[in-house]
């Protein structure tokens, strides 16, 4: 068993074996889909009502077996996936030259190894901005927990009282389109909350050569010609783009929504938060790899920030009740359900499968991942 979990078959597969399986399987037969979860029944039928497919689905309500994978992937020309399964050197190798497509049924990608699909001409599908707005909510809505005497007791800095504050996004990737997802939820969810100032920041300048730079500041750029706009609209007195600094030092609410993965890791880290307002709040809705757990916890015991409200942590889903930041009372945390509504999942399943079939038979996908 491999660091993540995988289980190798005692009976490895050559290279020449599984060219030779995927030819065979790959002429005269329908093209193969395997699916790591049961995406529902009005996603399965996506699939399942065509007669050009096979379709072979992960029988149990669970995380998806990694050798039961590895025995279907020979021959496949799509997967559907979720964020769990790792779609590594070995799922590769194991599918075979004739997989086309694989299609995660999430917005995050560390899972995949993106290099090698790109080297490989393998598509990727992905389904982002279905949940923006579960997400949104999510991050706007005042958490409580209950206090001494049982009544309910909410987790507000003292700055809430305040009648004008900034609010800081990180990046925030919205700024080209014509509503803000936080700005519209702060607006419309805590209207009695709404911000004076508002700052988003790109991404750093370690991270600048990075790909996910590439796809970012295009983004960030074409932002600043809606920037006024938007602050009219949500009677903002600015709304701007800074430093990653400056963000720290002056936001009074602090919004997490970078991507994940390496060129990530640990953005929110000591010398950030020290960087911070002892009255601020920090929020992560996008992943938990984000933010130094560590770092938060003893910023919270310490009084370096106020308060902190995750739906993210680092080393999901195996966080005890014995974790440090679980044991923080200024510190609300979600498992990951963010984006668990009906209609965010049903959404994101059938955009997975959308995806999928747009890539085994060589169309456009609604969502696809660009890998050059």
Known sequence: MDTYGSVHSTKPLTRRLIDIVSHIISNGARPKLVVTRNLGPDAMLVLQQ??????????EDCVCDRQWLLEQLPGAAGAVTVWSDQVNNE????????????????????HVDLPELAKRKIRLGYTPDVLTDAGTTSNCRPDRDAGADGQPEWLIS???????????????LRSSIEHHPILSAADSRIPWLRPHLASYAGPPDSIRDHRL???LEPLLAAGHIRDTQLAETYKLKS????????????SDFLFVLTPGGAATRHLVDETFLRKMKRTSILVNTSRGTVVDSEALARALREGWIWGAGLDVVEGEPKISLE?????????VILPHIGSATLETRLGMATLAAQNAIGGIFGRPMPAEFNLQ
């Open 50 to 59: 065509r007669n050009d497919l096979d379709v072979i689905v992960w029988p």
């Open 91 to 110: 799922f590769l190798d194991v599918a075979g030259p004739s997989l086309r497509v694989v299609s995660t049924m999430s917005v995050g990608y560390e």
């Open 158 to 172: 003292p700055v809430a009282a305040v009648a004008k504050f900034r609010l800081g996004a990180i990046p925030l």
């Open 213 to 215: 730079c590439l796809l």
């Open 239 to 250: 709304l701007r783009r800074v430093d990653i600094d400056e963000l720290a030092r002056e």
């Open 323 to 331: 974790h440090p930041l679980v044991k923080e009372p200024r510190c």
